[in-house]
């Protein structure tokens, strides 16, 4: 069912300093910092020839990162990300297997404006798994 690793998400608690190791010292492709209010994140996007990688570091108050980032003061894995084709299809065979699904079960529009769940990383070896429609 799922398909391509779409991204890997790392929190970091400095995003210049984290924008300048993957710049100048891992030599990879970053973008500019981009502003989503809507997720709570700054976001910089590493295009690598394979993949992604987003830096996340907290926008406002009620970040959704912020709890993550004090229990991991120097960053971390926040989740990974994987495309399937049809994301309510996919929704339902995960709760149908009994993996749980965040909030109510209603795909959101993601940072890259496509709709997006996320999976309960203790019924995923912990690990916090977002499913991105492409
Ligand atoms: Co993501």
Same mark, same amino acid.
């Given at each position: 069912?799922?398909?391509?690793?779409?991204?890997?998400?790392?929190?970091? *608690?400095?995003?210049?300093?984290? &924008?300048?190791?993957?710049?100048?010292? $891992?030599?990879?492709?970053?973008?500019?910092?981009?502003?989503?209010?809507?997720?709570?994140?700054?976001? &910089? !996007?590493?295009?690598?020839?394979?993949?992604?990688?987003?830096?996340?570091?907290?926008? #406002? /108050?009620?970040? *959704?990162?912020?709890? %993550?980032? /004090?229990?991991? *003061?120097? #960053?971390?894995?926040?989740?990974?990300?994987? /495309?399937?084709?049809?994301?309510?299809?996919?929704?339902?065979?995960?709760?149908?297997?009994?993996?749980?699904? $965040? #909030?109510?079960?209603? *795909?959101?529009?993601?940072?890259?404006?496509?709709?997006?769940? %996320? $999976?309960?990383?203790?019924? !995923?070896?912990?690990? $916090?798994?977002?499913? /991105?429609? &492409?």
């Amino acid at each position: 069912m799922i398909g391509r690793l779409n991204h890997v998400a790392i929190a970091v *608690p400095d995003l210049d300093a984290a &924008v300048a190791l993957y710049r100048d010292a $891992l030599g990879a492709d970053v973008g500019a910092p981009q502003d989503e209010p809507d997720h709570g994140v700054t976001v &910089v !996007f590493i295009t690598l020839p394979n993949t992604k990688v987003e830096l996340l570091y907290p926008l #406002g /108050e009620t970040s *959704p990162i912020a709890g %993550f980032l /004090e229990k991991n *003061p120097s #960053g971390g894995i926040h989740h990974i990300c994987y /495309e399937v084709q049809d994301i309510l299809a996919a929704r339902d065979r995960l709760t149908a297997q009994g993996a749980r699904v $965040l #909030g109510d079960g209603t *795909p959101r529009i993601g940072a890259h404006g496509k709709p997006v769940l %996320f $999976l309960h990383p203790k019924d !995923f070896n912990g690990t $916090l798994i977002e499913l /991105e429609e &492409v």
